[in-house]
């Protein structure tokens, strides 16, 4: 609850309109009761989903996630290389280029243009993990 009042009270102090964010587990239920945005931040999630439910689950967020992209998804997730973090073990091996696993996965949830930008720090980690831009 403190990081979505954080994101509240920034969005307000700062003058930012048409900026929204939501307190709800992630689901593919969820995915298809949102309204398409132009653009959508889905960052430092999607490897919490896939060690609790899955990659199967994970594929089907994104795939539904993808149905509400008006523009851009800009994306990045943990690392099953981030071996600092209790969690990576619980995901799938990315073997030697987990960037190159990451880009894969997000094509065979449909999205035909990912494109990696940058670079991102990753948590507790020296790990650099791959930011992408996605289009639909």
């Known amino acids: 609850m403190r990081r979505l009042s954080l994101a509240h009270a ?33 960052q430092s999630v999607l490897h919490h989903i896939m060690y609790n439910r899955g990659v199967d689950y994970a594929r089907d967020i994104m795939a539904a996630l993808r149905l509400k992209v008006g523009k851009v998804l800009i994306f990045d997730m943990g690392q099953s290389d981030e071996t600092n973090n209790t969690w990576a073990k619980s995901l799938p091996d990315m073997g030697p280029t987990p960037h190159a696993w990451i880009e894969e996965f997000l094509r065979s949830a449909g999205y035909t243009s990912v494109e990696k930008v940058g670079d991102t720090d990753s948590y507790r980690s020296a790990t650099k993990r791959a930011l992408f831009r996605l289009t639909t």
């Not at 003058?15 to 298809?32: H, N, R, W």
């Not at 009761?33 to 132009?38: E, K, N």
């Open 10 to 42: 920034s969005v307000l102090l700062n003058g930012v309109k048409g900026a929204g964010f939501i307190y709800a587990d992630i689901s593919p239920d969820l995915m298809s009761r949102l309204p398409v945005s132009d653009l959508v931040l889905f």
